[in-house]
Structure formats: structure tokens, C-alpha cells
């Protein structure tokens, strides 16, 4: 007897993904914990400051942030992580039809996306998945280029071991 076991790629990976969601609305973090908490893994800050105290202690693949909170902006913030935390993908999103903020981030805050408020659960999950494939590119490229230097070290030394030879 043959059993046939189907394993779906996309739940498997789903669940891989940590989110990080900062907004300064008590009310919306709930919401989106609870949209998205079976999905992925979450953590959510209501702020910028306890947000960077969750990227130093946890692996985040993807942030989200809201654009206009107190004490710090969501570009201020992701420009604030982005030499301790140059990896992870960013999404911003604003109430506001704000240009300045939507140019701001993608100058200052390098992010992958931007996205207005209130979001749609469906075009937030897709930017999520699309936002994790790229997060998984960068880092099996950066996991490449080790390699690359790794063996060009090593033909360097056996090219100087022949020319010494």
C-alpha cells in the first residue's frame, strides 16, 4: 500500500516568517495580531523604541510600520535600524496620502513597500510574502558571495603555492 502526502511549500513557509508590526494604536496591533497571528509568527511594539529593542532580541524577517506616531515616525524609525538591521524588509503604512513620507521612506528608509491604512488583509498578506521571498534572496546571495570569497581565498593560496614552486 502507497500513501501520498502532500506538502504544501506555502504553509510550510508561512510560519518561518516573523513580523514585526509597530504602531502606535493599541487597537490596530490587536487587529493585526489577530489577522495574521495563525499565519506567521508576530511580535508588535507601540513604538519605535520598543520595536528596536524587539529586532535586537529577536529574528524579524519582515517590519511593518505605521508612518505617523509620536516621538518617532515609521521612516525615522526604519532609518534608525537600518545599520544594526540592514537586512529585513520593510513595509510602511500611512493614514495619509503623505508623498513626503512615501519618498522619505524609500530614500531614508529603504523600504520594499508601501501600503495605505486602513490595509487590505489580502494585498498586506501578498506584500508580506512578497516582501519574504526577497528577504530569502538577499540572504542565500549574501550566503553565495561567503562562498565565492571563501574559494577565490583558497585559489589564491594554491596559485601563489604554484608560483613559489
Not at 67 to 92: A, K
Not at 106 to 116: D, P
Request: contains cysteine; charged residues 30%.
Amino acid at each position: 500500500m502507497v500513501y501520498i502526502c502532500e506538502v504544501r511549500f506555502d504553509d510550510m513557509s508561512k510560519h518561518e516568517i516573523t513580523i514585526l508590526y509597530v504602531d502606535d494604536e493599541q487597537n490596530n496591533l490587536v487587529s493585526f495580531k489577530a489577522t495574521f497571528r495563525l499565519k506567521y509568527n508576530v511580535l508588535t511594539a507601540i513604538s519605535g523604541e520598543e520595536a528596536i529593542g524587539l529586532l535586537d532580541s529577536n529574528e524579524v524577517h519582515v517590519i511593518i510600520t505605521d508612518q505617523r506616531m509620536p516621538g518617532m515616525t515609521g521612516v525615522e524609525f526604519l532609518e534608525s535600524i537600518l545599520d544594526r538591521h540592514p537586512d529585513q524588509m520593510r513595509i510602511l503604512l500611512t493614514g495619509y496620502a503623505d508623498m513626503n513620507a512615501v519618498i522619505d521612506a524609500v530614500n531614508k528608509g529603504k523600504i520594499f513597500h508601501y501600503l495605505s491604512k486602513p490595509w487590505n488583509e489580502k494585498e498586506l498578506d501578498e506584500t508580506i510574502l512578497r516582501a519574504y521571498e526577497e528577504y530569502k534572496k538577499k540572504k542565500e546571495e549574501q550566503e553565495l558571495n561567503k562562498k565565492l570569497m571563501t574559494s577565490n581565498g583558497q585559489l589564491e593560496f594554491l596559485l601563489r603555492q604554484k608560483l613559489l614552486s
